[in-house]
Each structure stands twice: as structure tokens, then as C-alpha cells.
């Protein structure tokens, strides 16, 4: 019978072989955290885009996200490359056709904020990581509102997750309405926001002041499309599955009839939009526009403007409706890091990443457990947020845009049919049906 020698130097030899090579490693049950730790990290570098990067003080909440990330994986060595692109940046082209070019080009980015509406035209040119499977496996879609997540598919797949939104009401600055004689109450409905405009007109439009703003510029279709929805109306209809112009409706004429009652009634069409800053300079006494109108305002005036979380409607028994807006975190098709831009995605929407990013923003959160409730979240927006619940409570009546490629064209001419009843050039029904007309080719019918 032959004898085996135990050997220690043999056995520390052949070990070592076996963790160099890979073969038989249940040898070593209990490697030695000392050798782990001299191992090198991987180095990966993760390529970030940021609407309005400085604006937005996006940085911020992507650091909070990596150095999570960074915890996650003690074994990499993770770099960020953050590629500031914005329509403010002189010479550009705007955030939207910079991130097209260089998606196009095979650039590669792992995680990009892309508008809500831009996501059906990345999705169709297949410039977007389809996530539907991944959102599936994280289990906190139901978490969303339900108009927030509608707008995070195509073709029914999902392919951004909206983050955060904004939606639109009435402001107006309490002594300017009470020099005026006006309550904010009438303010409610189509005739008293007429007839409220005319009394802020006669009393204040002698002193530089308009009664109400009716824009008139870019924003105009947004400012529309509630009146729309409000009366049944819808942007687009389908039809054999392809999508259709519905807005030249009856709902949509009417609507449209509204704009025309306000410039018959004197209120001059506006046709540059300056984000709010006009009625923050006191240049109107009252405005429909959006939640982020308190960032242009003093924190001492806050008292002195009032909110009223609705549009006009016909009459009493209308509900009203608002239109969201919002950027939405995606995984470009370039992305070679996937799964670890997945992660940092669902890192900055947890919510305490996110809630107080949110907070020092100003922004309307996406997820029912930050916008809603007695818990710490939505307690921290009430305190940095004026009017955060007013605004929280026109979510369920809100809607957004169409997530379709060829939506940017259609809001133009929208935007040209709301134009050309303002100032006298078309009556609404005409002015609706040569705009379906021109939405109708471009979709391809």
C-alpha cells in the first residue's frame, strides 16, 4: 500500500494554482479576505446625461444615487461622465437634438432625462432600452400615478419612467383682485373668468396691468389641451390602431370657442411666454400656469398670491382637468452597462433619493407614497412647497401629451390654430380642421 505524505507547502502550492487557474476552487472553502481584498477593482465608467444640468441642480441627486451605487458594488471601480447638454447652452441645438445625434452616432450613454413627449419618437427610432421586463421584476409601477405611467410607454412597452411632473392651475395676487372688486371664486367657470377679466382690465390696465394672461406663444396648446379634455375631447384617436387627429372634435371647437370669447372680451393674446416670470413681475393679476411659478417669487410674497388648483370650466358640473408635464429617466440602446444604469435608476427614484432632491426643487413627485399622506416624504414637500397639496390633488385629473413620434408636429399646429383665432384670422371650427388636416399627413393618413 502506498503512503501519502501530507505535505503543507505542497498543499499551499497547490491552492494557489487552483485560485490562479479556476480549477477546483471547492478546494478553498474560506479564501483569505486579506487576498480578496489586494485584488483589483474593475474600472467602469458610466456615461450620464441631465436636462438643464445646472437649472436643475441635477448633479446633485446623482452623486446621492452613485455613492449608493458605489456601496452596492465594493468590487468596482465606478466613474461617472456627466454630459451636460440644455437648450440654454449657446451654439447648441437643444438637449433634444443633442441626445438624437449622439444616440444616432453610437455614443455611448447609460442613463438619460428625456422629455415626456419625446420618448415615443426615441422609442420608434429604437434609440431606447425596452424596460418592461425590468420594471416587471422591481414590482413599483403600481406605486405610480396612473396618468404618470401611462406616459412611460409605447406600443405598449415601457420605455422611461417618469420621475417627476408638473401640473398647471390658476395664480393670481390677492390686492391686485381685491383693488379690482373680483372673488377668486370667479375665476371658476369660463363666464366668471371672462367677466372678472373685464373688471381687472378696467381698473388696472390704466396702470400697466393686465386682467389675465392668455398665452398665445409655445405654451399656448398646453394651456389648451384641459379645456379639451375637460369637455370629453381628446389630442388623438386611433383607428385600426394608427393614430388619428381628434382634437377638431366638437369638444375641440368649443374649446377653442373659449379662446375666441376671451379676445372678444379684450384680453390681449400674449405671444411670448417668459416661464412665469411675467406674473411674478406683477405684469398680470392672473395667470394659468405651472407648479413651477413659486421659484420666481420671494418666499416673503407668498402670502400674497393665491392659488386655485383648476382651470376654468363651462359650467358647475364640468371637472376640470390639467395638463402634466415631466422628464423621465432611460437606457439608451449605446448603454454598455445596462444593469448598472438600471440600478442607478431605481436608486434616484427611491424615495428617500429622490424626496428631498424634489424638495429643493420645487417639483410634483410621480410616486403616490412621496405625493400623498401624513408620512415623512410628502411632509418635507409641504414645508418646502407652497400649495404642494393643492397641486398633489390635480394629478387624478390630469393628462398628458401623446407619447407618439409625430406629437411635437402636431402641438405646432396646434399651437398655429390657436394662433390664428387670436388674432382674428381663422373662426375656430376652420382653424381646427386645417390643423387635423396637416396632423392627419403627418401621422400617414
Known sequence: MRKIIFCPVLAIVIASATVLTGISSHFIINPSPVLASLQPKQNVSLAITFNDFNNHKGKSLLDSAIDKLRSNHPNLNINVKYVETSDRIPGTHGTHDQLLKAIANGTSIDVVTIDQIWLGEFAQKGYMTDLTNRTTSWGKLSDFYGTNLGGMTYNHRIYGIWAWTDVRGIWYWKDLLNKAGVDPNSLKTWGGYIESARKLNSILRPQGIEGVNLAAADQSSDVWYPYLWMLGGQILT?????????????????????????????????????????????????????????????????????????????????????????????????????????????????????????????????????????????????????????????????????????????????????????????????????AAAKSAKVLGW
Do not use: C
Not at 242 to 249: E, K, L, Q, T, V
Not at 255 to 268: H, L, N, R, S
Not at 361 to 368: D, F, W
Open 238 to 434: 386611433y383607428k385600426n390602431g394608427h393614430p388619428f387627429p381628434a382634437y377638431n372634435s366638437s369638444a375641440g371647437v368649443k374649446a377653442m370657442e373659449f379662446i375666441k370669447a376671451q379676445i372678444d372680451a379684450g384680453i390681449k393674446p400674449q405671444n411670448k411666454w417668459l416661464g412665469g416670470k411675467e406674473f411674478a413681475n406683477r405684469n398680470f393679476s392672473v395667470m394659468i400656469d405651472g407648479s413651477w411659478m413659486p421659484s420666481w417669487i420671494p418666499k416673503q410674497e407668498f402670502s400674497d398670491i393665491g392659488f386655485i388648483p383648476m382651470f376654468p370650466v363651462p359650467s358647475g358640473i364640468n371637472q376640470t382637468s390639467t395638463m402634466m408635464g415631466g422628464w423621465e429617466f432611460g437606457i439608451p440602446k449605446t448603454s454598455t452597462h445596462k444593469d448598472l444604469a438600471w440600478e442607478l435608476i431605481k436608486i434616484m427614484l427611491e424615495p428617500d433619493v429622490l424626496s428631498p432632491w424634489i424638495a429643493t426643487q420645487g417639483l410634483i413627485p410621480t410616486q403616490i407614497s412621496i405625493g400623498q399622506g401624513p408620512g415623512t416624504y410628502a411632509e418635507q414637500l409641504r414645508k418646502s412647497i407652497p400649495f404642494f397639496d393643492e397641486m398633489v390633488s390635480m394629478i387624478p385629473h390630469g393628462q398628458a401629451r401623446p407619447s407618439v413620434p409625430e406629437y411635437p408636429a402636431i402641438a405646432q399646429h396646434i399651437r398655429q390654430a390657436i394662433d390664428e383665432v387670436s388674432y382674428g384670422l381663422k373662426d375656430p371650427k376652420q382653424a381646427l380642421q386645417d
